[in-house]
Every structure is written in C-alpha cells, then in structure tokens.
C-alpha cells in the first residue's frame, strides 16, 4: 500500500525557516509528480509546488523566490525548503503524488503556523 510520510512542520517566527519531508514507497516516486498543498482555515487547498520525475517545477507566485521543492531519488522524499515565511504561509500543508490516469495519493497533512 502506498503511504506519503510528512514531517517537518511546527511553529516559527515571521522569517524564519522550515524544511517539510514527504516520504514516500518506491514503487510510486520516480513515476509521479510530487507536489505540496497547503489549506489555511476557511480557504481551499493550493497547489504550492510541484516537481516532476524529470525534476521540472512549478510554484505557486505567492512562494516564489522563498520556496524550493526538491526530491531525492534515492531516498525517495520530496522536500520543500521554506524560507522568508509570513504569517500568511500559515496553513496545513499536504504532500501529494500524482499521475495521469491513475488515483492520486495523499499525505495526512502538516500543521505550519507562522507567528511572532
């Protein structure tokens, strides 16, 4: 069974930094996009960044310049460095692996929280 392993979360100062780790099963990584989704209260889930297995990103232009998404085939995680964060970067934040025509797998969520 295909399981997204999120950690990395917790609260930090206006600023400062965070690093999320998604680990994930073998049998899925090379093969699918990975990406973080973040929903803050109220609000519907956003896409933050993805990468591709061909290590092609995107970003959400909210994070640009202050997010990076990587991925570490060996590992088979997908990170996402958080820096610079504001208060409005707060939100659960959940890992995702998808691939057209086949089902989407999703972590458990995140909680980030920036705050002074």
């Known amino acids: 069974q295909v399981q997204l392993v999120e950690s990395g979360g917790g609260l930090v100062q206006p600023g400062g930094s965070l690093r999320l780790s998604c680990a994930t099963s073998?049998?899925?990584?090379?093969?699918?996009?990975m990406g973080w989704y973040r929903q803050a209260p109220g609000k519907q889930r956003e896409l933050v960044a993805a990468?591709?297995?061909?290590?092609?990103?995107n970003y959400l232009d909210a994070v640009k310049g202050r997010f990076t998404i990587s991925r570490d085939n060996a590992k088979n995680t997908v990170y996402l460095q958080m820096n610079s964060l504001k208060p409005e970067d707060t939100a659960v934040y959940y890992c995702?692996?998808?691939?057209?025509?086949?089902?989407?797998?999703w972590g458990q969520g995140t909680q980030v929280t920036v705050s002074s």
């Open positions: 073998g049998s899925i990584f090379s093969r699918y996009t």
């Open positions: 995702s692996a998808k691939r057209f025509g086949f089902r989407d797998y």
């Open positions: 990468i591709t297995g061909g290590d092609s990103t």
